[in-house]
């Protein structure tokens, strides 16, 4: 099995789950996974912020607010609603996931935030939307929350349970919050619990996302450090987050973040989608890649043809 790291896109097209789960785990912590908004316009206009991102270094993309009713990426070359997965897949060469949102009922969000995160049906993290989402080729399925949309910790392990159950191995589950999304118990260390995770790797999760250190507050190095070794004696990977916005710091910043991210001894790195809006700013992105790897491998990143 190769390393992802020198995978190239006719890899990732060749892969099972179990192997993309191993070449992540055999890169030893330097996966790089950004998060874009197709909704909103592009930075580039005519470009897809999604392969923007992965020009910039990104290992694998991940499209929030995608409704999987009515699939949106602005950018795209015309594309059929069922095929725009796989056309995200094809210009980027890297393997895309997307983000679900778990709802539990009688449950409200405590937090009022900008229309642009209004739910819609083809967001929320059911059973329909997920075998949809397989169906149009997705890699990575990741349940969190958006701001102010009121997703709790229990509503993202009973969604596990059920994925679990009904979608076997057919997709990578993500599960865990960046930011309380909504949720003001469950905010700052409660965002993540070692219970959290413990119940999240119960539930089938393969990766357990947590706030990466010095974002949320609260939330140090020492303690998602001890969140990491927990879960990874569970037998899960874990992916720390960037979502409150620092993904548009300035570059020293994010440079800390990383480092930070690295000593927890966290699997794959994430950058939220929130730069000027769409996606990180794209100088992070690289700033970002090379504390973690290196520029060796963040320019054989950036530098590879999707045709290989």
């Known amino acids: 099995m190769k390393r992802f790291l020198d995978c190239t896109a006719s890899d990732f097209e060749k892969m099972t789950k179990k192997e993309l789960l191993e070449a992540i785990a055999s890169s030893e912590g330097r996966i790089l996974v950004c998060e874009t908004i197709g909704i909103l316009q592009p930075m580039l206009g005519d470009v897809t912020n999604a392969e923007f991102v992965a020009s910039m270094g990104a290992d694998i993309v991940l499209l ?8 949106v990426v602005r950018g795209l070359p015309k ?3 069922d095929q725009v997965i796989r056309k995200v ?5 890297c393997p895309v996931g997307i983000n679900l949102e778990p709802l539990e009922q009688d449950v409200k969000s405590t937090v009022e935030t900008s229309d642009m995160w209004k739910m819609s049906p083809g967001r929320v993290g059911t059973l329909e939307n997920a075998q949809k989402a397989v169906e149009m080729g997705v890699d990575m399925i990741v349940l969190t929350g958006n701001p102010g949309i009121g ?5 993202i392990t009973d969604t596990l349970k059920l994925y679990r159950e009904n ?6 589950l993500v599960a865990g919050k960046m930011h309380a999304a909504g949720i003001l118990s469950e905010a700052g260390e409660k965002i993540i619990t070692k219970e959290d995770v413990k119940a999240f790797a119960q539930a089938g999760a393969d990766i357990i996302l947590m706030p990466a250190p010095g974002t949320v507050p609260g939330i140090t190095m020492e303690y998602i450090r001890s969140l ?12 720390t987050a960037i979502g409150t916005s620092q993904e548009g710091a300035d570059t020293a910043t994010i440079k800390e973040i990383a480092l930070m991210c690295k000593m927890t001894g966290t699997d794959l790195h994430h950058l939220g989608d929130a730069g000027y809006g769409g996606m990180a700013l794209p100088e992070n992105i690289v700033e970002y890649g090379k504390v973690i790897r290196g520029i060796r491998h963040t320019y054989h990143r950036m530098a590879v043809s999707v045709r290989r």
């Open 89 to 93: 897949k094809e210009l980027t060469g």
């Open 79 to 81: 594309t059929e609603p």
């Open 228 to 239: 990491v070794v927990y879960a990874h004696d569970l037998g899960c990977m874990t992916l």
């Open 64 to 71: 929030n607010m995608l409704d999987v009713n009515q699939p």
């Open 151 to 155: 997703v709790t910790n229990r509503a």
């Open 167 to 172: 979608l076997g191995d057919s997709v990578i």
